[in-house]
């Protein structure tokens, strides 16, 4: 079978851990783009598309969030599968017309999300399992015709609207990106560090079976058929 073909639109501001736990976690031929720093996807010749985790909020008037809210929402009426990641997940609420606003808090570290809802993302998943958060917003409306797919008590955790799944915590980070964006939160030493203590071997071993949405949501892509004229205008393998 050939490797679905991703585009990972990269929105992180220090990209190279957001680069490599993306990498390391989707078995894909992935062409990355850089939108912070005004790299742009030039069509839509991929099977899917990512859009990670980023320190902005999907609220904000930056020209790089509306290009990619631009580029994200033709991908979606153009059909194709999308998965988004914390700022990813709140970005795709938006483009699909639901609300994303500020939490007044953080939800920081390994905390446990409730299944809502069956659906293809959460196979083999239980109905609660560990996940590491990191986010000061919220999806707090979903789009209409939204399906909410996972929650805690600090809001909403994923959700599905057609081929287009979000989700608000980081299944790909390992123990070194959690420490390193835990300690780079501007909030008290002593939470800081509370949280750090938490970001065990153990903790990572449970939340590692999150990892299985990456190979969930690649089956999706799997099945998808680009059409003949997206299938002629691929990028080639040496771009």
């Known amino acids: ?29 992935i062409t990355e783009f850089r939108l912070v720093d005004g790299d742009r996807p030039a069509g839509f010749a991929f099977d899917g598309f990512v859009v990670t985790g980023s320190r902005s909020a999907a609220y904000d008037d930056d020209e790089w969030i ?28 938006d483009v699909l017309g639901g609300r994303v606003e500020p939490m007044g808090e953080y939800e920081l570290g390994y905390r446990e999300v409730q299944r809502v809802a069956d659906d293809p993302l959460l196979a083999g998943l239980d109905d609660t399992f560990l996940v590491f958060t990191t986010h000061s917003d919220a999806v707090t409306e979903l789009p209409d015709d939204a399906t909410l797919l996972l929650e805690n008590d600090y809001g909403i955790h994923g959700f599905r609207h057609g081929r287009v799944v979000g ?28 949280v750090v203590d938490g970001i065990t ?39």
Not at 217 to 237: H, I, M, N
Request: proline content about 5%; aromatic content about 6%.
């Open 1 to 29: 079978m050939t490797r679905p073909r991703l585009a990972l639109l990269n929105v992180s501001h220090a990209t190279q851990n957001t680069s490599r736990n993306f990498r390391r976690e989707l078995e894909a031929d």
């Open 66 to 93: 509306q290009a990619t809210k631009e580029w994200c929402g033709e991908a979606i009426d153009r059909g194709l599968p999308g998965l988004g990641i914390c700022f990813g997940h709140q970005l795709l609420a």
């Open 167 to 194: 989700v608000q915590a980081h299944p790909e980070y390992d123990t070194d990106t959690a420490e390193q964006v835990t300690r780079g939160k501007d909030l008290p030493e002593e939470r800081i560090e509370r």
């Open 201 to 239: 071997e153990t903790a990572y071993a449970r939340a590692c079976k999150t990892k299985r949405l990456f190979d969930n949501f690649l089956a999706e892509v799997d099945g998808y058929q680009p059409t003949a004229a997206a299938s002629q205008s691929r990028p080639s393998d040496d771009d």
